[in-house]
């Protein structure tokens, strides 16, 4: 830990990498631990594209009690502490796997959507977008929210399997990892591609990497530190930095 605050202090740009691992002391399930969404049967259509295209109350029925109800959901001590020190300038920037929004709600001021964003939605139609607050009111009264132009079925802007990550994001995120010369990896376990390349990056500019999750990651062998408890760590992050 005492190494931990003193490779954050000599860092001179360092970028925090997070995934869904940091957002479960928030209340929200994540996909690949031991109790996460993946576990569970046919989880693997949620985010299939070519599945919304064919049933999308399939995603929209879980959906409603998963991202739909963001305004309950509040950001913890990981979010807040990322926040705090991306305020003193410590961290230059917070790179996220995440759609659920925490990260800005925490007080964090440059955040890249990876795998992009619920704010939006666009239609599958006409293209039409809309706001996340103007589904929410729809998924009140109707079990598929729909375009109010065409008719269309309104899908959020967040990246399904089988779509491109938002071009923007990605290559920001791509500069971001290349520019630090210490990426902070939370909560994430280093599978899903491309957004798994990204600390790559840090490694291959000279950078160092520190993974903090519950899990073993593929780039574990190449970790400055290793974590697995997030809570404890960010515990002492609040009490010592």
Known sequence: MERLIETLRKAEYCVV?????????????????????????DSDKLFDINWFDRDPSYYYDWARGAIYNLSEREPNIIHKQIARMEKEGVVKSVITQNIDLLHQKGGSKDVIEIHGTPLTHSCRSC??????????DQLKTKNIPKCKKCGGIMKPDITFFGESLPPKALQKAIEESRKADLMIILGTSLWVQPAAGIPINTLQAGGQIIIANNMKTPLDDQALLLYQDLEELFIYINENL
């Open 17 to 41: 990498f997070t995934g869904a691992g940091v957002s479960t002391l928030s209340g929200i399930q994540d996909f690949r631990g031991k109790d996460g969404l993946y576990k569970e049967k």
């Open 127 to 136: 293209g039409r977008k809309t706001t996340f607050e103007k589904i929410v």
